[in-house]
């Protein structure tokens, strides 16, 4: 696709995106943190600011009376929701990382605020040394690049399941994306360019640093991936986008939101990920859980809900 058609893609997303805006009114914090320890981790979350996007996205296969009452428990009785985004930063002995960037200054205006909110919390950011991307979408890896055409961590080191790099690389990547969403490919390229000599490729179970391992959960996109912490009996995982919904993605794991590239992946990932969380009482952090995106998964009659924790 070319650069133009780029450009007015990125033009009616932005202007649908307001449109959006000026029909909702919950207003939601343009900064949150929030604080747990896992071992001798620390991990804080940070706002990038939210998307606002159609309510209906999160299940359009769903039965809209179902949809409905799923949407209003989740607070949402507008045609638009906003979907919060939560940037995870996870202190070790020896590393600052990060999971995802944030959207950065080019997505949508109410979004790519990580770069204010870790300013307030005094993290430089060129003092992060590691960044593991989930996925490649806008909010989570177009904030790589700053104001400037500019690495946003200079000094980090970026770990990409080479399944997603290579998804977004292939030729006919367009055939495999909704029309509205072919900019997406753009801009994921552009930003894989930016940050090329920096990439190390991993795949499912690779370990970062001891004790923080890559977890395959596609299905979200095709190489989607989590980031499992342990340390002695207690985990957590920053899950991305494979739960994103606190009612719907824990309710009702079988509806598939159009955000999901690869739906009956996501929903079969989706279900093992909750049988496997509500198991083992791991904590989780969501992109797009209600901030600051920390809680659990727990068993309710025949299916599972999840519990925020801060
Ligand atoms: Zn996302």
């Known amino acids: 696709m070319s650069v133009k058609n780029f450009t007015l893609n990125r033009r009616e997303f932005v202007a649908g995106t307001a449109a959006l805006a000026a029909a909702t009114s919950l207003p939601l914090p343009a900064f949150a943190a929030s604080n747990v320890k896992i071992g001798e ?44 985004i939560n940037v995870t930063l996870i202190k070790t002995p020896n ?5 995802d960037a944030g959207s950065g200054p080019n997505f949508v205006p109410t979004a790519g605020k990580l770069e204010s909110a870790l300013g307030e919390a005094d993290v430089d950011p060129t003092a992060i040394t590691k960044i593991i991307l989930t996925h490649a979408h806008p909010d989570h890896i177009w904030g790589v690049i700053n104001d400037f055409d500019e690495l ?21 990547v367009a055939k495999n994306l909704r029309e509205d969403r072919e900019f997406f490919a753009v801009g994921a390229k552009s930003r894989f360019k930016a940050i090329e000599e920096k990439i190390k490729f991993v795949k499912g179970d690779d370990e970062v640093v001891s004790g923080i391992n890559v977890m395959e959960t596609n299905g979200h996109t095709q190489g989607h991936v989590s980031v499992e912490l342990k340390s002695g009996s207690e985990t957590l995982i920053v899950l991305g986008d494979a ?3 606190p009612v719907i ?16 992946m996501a929903v079969e990932t989706r279900k093992r990920l909750l049988d496997q969380l509500s198991a083992s009482k791991a904590k989780i952090i969501g992109y797009h859980l209600p901030p600051p995106g920390i809680g659990t998964v727990v068993k309710k009659g025949s299916g599972y809900a999840y519990e925020a924790i801060a």
């Open 41 to 84: 981790f620390e991990i804080t979350t940070f706002s990038d600011g939210h998307i606002n996007l159609p309510a209906n996205g999160t299940a359009p296969d769903a039965n809209p009376t179902e949809r409905a009452a799923a949407l209003a428990k989740a607070g949402i009785t507008s045609e638009t929701r906003k979907s919060p």
């Open 95 to 99: 590393d600052f990382i990060l999971v």
């Open 152 to 172: 946003t961590f200079p000094e980090a080191t970026y770990y990409v399941a080479e399944k997603e790099f290579a998804f977004w690389h292939d030729p006919d």
């Open 243 to 245: 739960l994103t919904n």
């Open 249 to 264: 993605s824990f309710e009702h794991p079988g509806w598939k939101p159009e955000s999901d590239q690869v739906p009956d």
